[in-house]
Nanobody
Framework: QVWLTESGGGLVQAGDSLRLSCAAS????????MGWFRQAPGKEREFVGT????????KYSDSVKGRFTISRDNAKITVYLQMNSLKPEDTAVYYC???????????????????WGQGTQVTVSS
């Protein structure tokens, strides 16, 4: 079992930036692909982006591409989501997730992830 804890959410204005962190409980995290997802009220959970275990390959949804950046620091067993140029439509609870299937590209489907954090609220006002 790997515990994931997100932090860094808050209330910001449109155009502002936020950096979310996701800290893992075990160093086995370093062999896992990681994903970020979000869920707005009344909507399904949505893929935001992924990063592979090595931190060299990332993928983003079209809605955040060019504005959001995922990175990881395996020494700190933490993954980050840097969010720039935030928009009101980015308002959601943001979740990080870990995929414990080693040696495959990071998935984009939420059901393929094995461990989830509790989520952190991001609210962007217009």
């Amino acid at each position: 079992q790997v515990w994931l804890t997100e932090s860094g959410g808050g209330l910001v204005q449109a155009g502002d930036s936020l950096r979310l962190s996701c800290a893992a409980s075990k160093r086995t995290f370093n062999s896992y692909n990681m994903g970020w997802f979000r869920q707005a009220p009344g909507k399904e959970r949505e893929f935001v982006g992924t990063i592979d275990a090595s931190g060299t390959s990332t993928k983003y949804s079209d809605s955040v591409k060019g504005r959001f950046t995922i990175s990881r620091d395996n020494a700190k067993i933490t993954v980050y989501l840097q969010m720039n140029s935030l928009k009101p439509e980015d308002t959601a609870v943001y979740y990080c997730a870990a995929d414990n299937l080693v040696g495959v590209p990071p998935p984009t489907a939420s059901y393929e992830y094995d461990y989830w954090g509790q989520g952190t609220q991001v609210t962007v006002s217009s």
